[in-house]
């Protein structure tokens, strides 16, 4: 389910990665890092999927105080060490955003996707 944000502009952080496949430990740290984010002051909501996982934030301020968290510092130290042999992590303010929801598979008439 996609993240509810408010009006922009807020924060995205993009983090895209390559596992090494050492899981041990894995599943529940992720498990914990987004219980802890959605704590934290700022933090607006999460979307991820294998290899990708992008996080809204109200200000840069509050996207410096997560990074700075003990317990996230330890899963970054974690992620360097045994879970991760690759990653980019891009931090983008979001300018515009338009959202559909509806429980049928096909977009309204008249809806171009091209224009998201």
């Given at each position: 389910?996609?993240?509810?944000?408010?009006?922009?502009?807020?924060?995205?952080?993009i983090f895209a990665s390559t596992r090494t496949g050492d899981d041990a430990g894995y599943a529940?740290?992720?498990?914990r890092m987004v219980e802890l984010a959605a704590l934290q002051p700022g933090f607006l909501g999460i979307e991820s999927a294998p290899g990708i996982?992008?996080?809204y934030w109200?200000?840069?301020a509050a996207i410096a105080?997560?990074?700075?968290?003990?317990e996230h510092l330890e899963a970054q130290r974690l992620g360097?060490?045994?879970?991760?042999?690759?990653?980019?992590?891009?931090v983008a303010r979001v300018e515009r955003a338009y959202s559909f929801?509806?429980?049928?598979?096909?977009?309204?008439?008249?809806?171009?996707?091209?224009?998201?």
């Open positions: 389910m996609p993240a509810r944000t408010p009006e922009p502009p807020y924060y995205a952080v529940e740290m992720a498990a996982t992008v996080s109200e200000s840069e105080a997560w990074h700075a968290n003990a360097y060490a045994r879970w991760y042999s690759a990653f980019e992590l891009r929801r509806s429980a049928s598979p096909d977009p309204p008439a008249g809806t171009d996707p091209a224009d998201c």
